[in-house]
């Protein structure tokens, strides 16, 4: 019987799996697995920083819808990476780490980089907390088992993360050959919405006389989008978006209303709150979305009813009591809902104004914003930049944000072109995310536009993103909004407070600082623009993408706050009202 090495058979593994690019960094713990990849079609992506890798895996899995995998070290490696990981967890991602550990045969003697201390050596259990499993490797045999097992459970049901921890000692062990056949990844079958359910559900939004559709992050693009487009069209039901479903529907759609909660329009938390049927769709109700879950402002269940479908059977009434609580892939429910409700009413209805209504708050909250953005003013209003962003990219460019104005200011305002992606770290709101992020959709999708918007914090959060892009020759635009400031947090003190302190950033004279982010990234290999007038940004902006080749613009911008029309009780915590 002939034998590799349980790496070797890994990897062969991984490959089946259709595994093509892994992020990470190297370790005295994984570089038998290195080896076996060096030797294998997977590129391995070198990150320089373990949260860099996980952003740069879990970007790389938003795009492609398949599962990422990020490569770490024992210890402080796989340590460094619990933020990237949490982030993916958090916003259900797929995603595989692997984790090399000390050898088996010296666990509980504190060799190197071991995680101990106070309770016996355990690194998966730092993971615990937020992974869908962890699972550690005590024999050599149970590899490939839990290899399949992992990336099973992180693409199956409601998908998320998972940590799969191996002694160094184990990779180099000798397995037989077939070893890297033994367990073939089976395709998931995902639950359908059974027929009597779709009917009752159809029968609600058929008798509401206001019903209303909150959509989540959970529905993308196919057969589910068409079918929620088709049944909404087709009773004239209006939509909200969590910030993750942004872009799901184009901003231009007739019958979309935006966002609820803290971001959202009066004319939007009205209608949730007015609404006497909701159909809510791959959402958790989060707390900003949904007003601390406050009813004075966003959502009334009772007396609204509440239909909540949701693959995970832990978010069915988590936040409001349902009056349907259905557990399915939402794809094959919306399409039974809709052919359900197709069945009862042929004919479509039109509710007199509430097109023209929609309509009209939309552009007006567009125009206003690209009003705003019409100052020439420099630094540059936040707007402003939105606007020369929304002219001059492609209609199809991904905008990878991180949190902030880049987030919230163009979830609320930045009117999405129907190609369009935005993708942002929603659960976990994570400062650092977009550079990394956007190098691994870059990666994912080499022949589109990928901007990484972010502010000045998150680009310094992150730098690591930056030679990683020149490495891969990811044409990513890290557009860095600076106003040397993190700028939400300190808007948010002095607010509470009457003044900022311990958020800007200065030298020791006082006056404000900012690294030339423009130079790092031409340190780095990159190109590098340092915006200097109004109008020089579009010129950045223009020259950027026609190089594409990585670039660095800094655009020197004040600190404004997004406009918060909804509540949040964050506010009345600091004043000491704490219901």
């Known amino acids: 019987?002939?034998?590799?090495?349980?790496?070797?058979?890994?990897?062969?593994?991984?490959?089946?799996?259709?595994?093509?690019?892994?992020?990470?960094?190297?370790?005295?713990?994984?570089?038998?697995?290195?080896?076996?990849?060096?030797?294998?079609?997977?590129k391995f992506v070198i990150a320089r920083h373990e949260q860099a890798a996980a952003h740069a895996a879990d970007g790389y899995a938003r795009a492609t819808g398949r599962t990422g995998v990020v490569l770490l070290h024992v210890g402080p490696g796989m340590t460094n990476a619990v933020t990237g990981v949490l982030t993916a967890a958090l916003d259900s991602v797929p995603l595989v780490a692997i984790a090399g550990d000390?050898?088996?045969?010296?666990?509980?003697?504190?060799?190197?980089?071991?995680?101990?201390?106070?309770?016996?050596?355990?690194?998966?259990?730092?993971?615990?907390?937020?992974?869908?499993?962890?699972?550690?490797?005590?024999?050599?045999?149970?590899?490939?088992?839990?290899?399949?097992?992992?990336?099973?459970?992180?693409?199956?049901?409601?998908p998320g993360a998972v940590?799969?921890?191996?002694?160094?000692?184990?990779?180099?062990?000798?397995?037989?050959?077939?070893?890297?056949?033994?367990?073939?990844?089976?395709?998931?079958?995902?639950?359908?919405?059974?027929?009597?359910?779709?009917?009752?559900?159809?029968?609600?939004?058929?008798?509401?006389?206001?019903?209303?559709?909150y959509l989540g992050g959970g529905l993308r693009r196919g057969p589910g989008l068409d079918a929620l487009r088709s049944l909404v069209e087709h009773l004239d039901i209006p939509v909200v978006h969590s910030l993750m479903a942004k872009g799901?529907?184009?901003?231009?759609?007739?019958?979309?209303?935006?966002?609820?909660?803290?971001?959202?329009l009066e004319i939007t938390n009205r209608y949730t709150r007015e609404a006497d049927v909701v159909l809510a769709l791959a959402t958790r109700f989060a707390e900003t979305d949904a007003s601390s879950w406050d009813r004075r402002y966003t959502w009334q269940f009772p007396p609204g009813r509440l239909i909540q479908i949701d693959i995970d059977p832990a978010e069915i009434g988590r936040n409001f009591p349902v009056t349907v609580g259905a557990v399915a892939d939402v794809t094959r429910a919306v399409r039974a809902v809709d052919a359900a409700v197709r069945a009862r009413r042929p004919q479509p209805r039109r509710r007199d104004g509430l097109r023209d209504t929609i309509s009209g708050a939309r552009r007006t909250l567009f125009a206003d914003?690209?009003?705003?953005?019409?100052?020439?003013?420099?630094?540059?209003?936040?707007?402003?930049?939105?606007?020369?962003?929304?002219a001059i990219l492609p209609a199809g460019a991904v905008l990878v944000t991180d949190v902030g104005w880049n987030k919230n200011g163009v979830a609320q305002c930045y009117e999405l072109p129907a190609e369009g992606r935005f993708i942002t770290p929603g659960g976990a709101s994570t400062m650092g995310f977009g550079p990394a992020a956007a190098v691994g959709v870059q990666i994912a999708e080499p022949d589109r536009t990928v901007v990484a918007l972010i502010g000045d914090g998150g680009m310094g959060a992150q730098l690591p993103a930056l030679p990683m892009a020149v490495e891969q020759g990811a044409p990513v635009i890290f557009v860095v909004m600076n106003n040397r400031s993190h700028g939400t947090i300190s808007d948010l003190q002095a607010a509470s407070f009457g003044r900022s302190h311990g958020c800007d950033f200065t030298g020791p004279d006082g006056e404000p600082y900012s690294p030339d982010f423009a130079a790092l990234g031409r340190a780095c290999g990159a190109d590098g623009y340092t915006v200097k007038a109004a109008g020089e940004f579009g010129d950045a902006l223009r020259a950027a993408l026609a190089a594409r080749r990585p670039a660095v613009i800094d655009v020197p911008m004040v600190n404004e706050p997004v406009p918060t029309p909804g509540h949040w009780n964050i506010k009345d915590i600091y004043q000491g009202v704490f219901e």
């Open 1 to 42: 019987m002939s034998t590799v090495t349980a790496a070797e058979a890994m990897v062969a593994q991984l490959e089946s799996y259709g595994v093509d690019h892994i992020f990470g960094t190297c370790g005295h713990t994984n570089i038998a697995l290195l080896d076996a990849i060096g030797r294998s079609g997977i």
């Open 248 to 264: 799901t529907l184009p901003d231009d759609h007739p019958l979309l209303l935006g966002m609820p909660g803290f971001w959202g």
């Open 369 to 390: 914003s690209r009003g705003r953005g019409s100052d020439d003013r420099f630094p540059l209003r936040p707007e402003r930049i939105l606007t020369d962003l929304r």
């Open 163 to 213: 940590l799969l921890s191996v002694p160094m000692d184990h990779f180099s062990r000798p397995v037989p050959s077939e070893t890297a056949t033994a367990y073939p990844l089976a395709v998931a079958e995902r639950p359908d919405l059974p027929a009597d359910v779709a009917g009752r559900i159809a029968g609600l939004l058929l008798e509401a006389e206001r019903p209303l559709v």
């Open 102 to 158: 000390i050898p088996s045969y010296y666990r509980g003697r504190h060799p190197h980089q071991e995680v101990n201390l106070h309770a016996d050596a355990d690194q998966s259990a730092i993971y615990r907390p937020f992974v869908k499993r962890a699972w550690q490797v005590h024999q050599v045999a149970d590899l490939p088992r839990f290899t399949e097992r992992a990336f099973w459970t992180a693409a199956s049901g409601r």
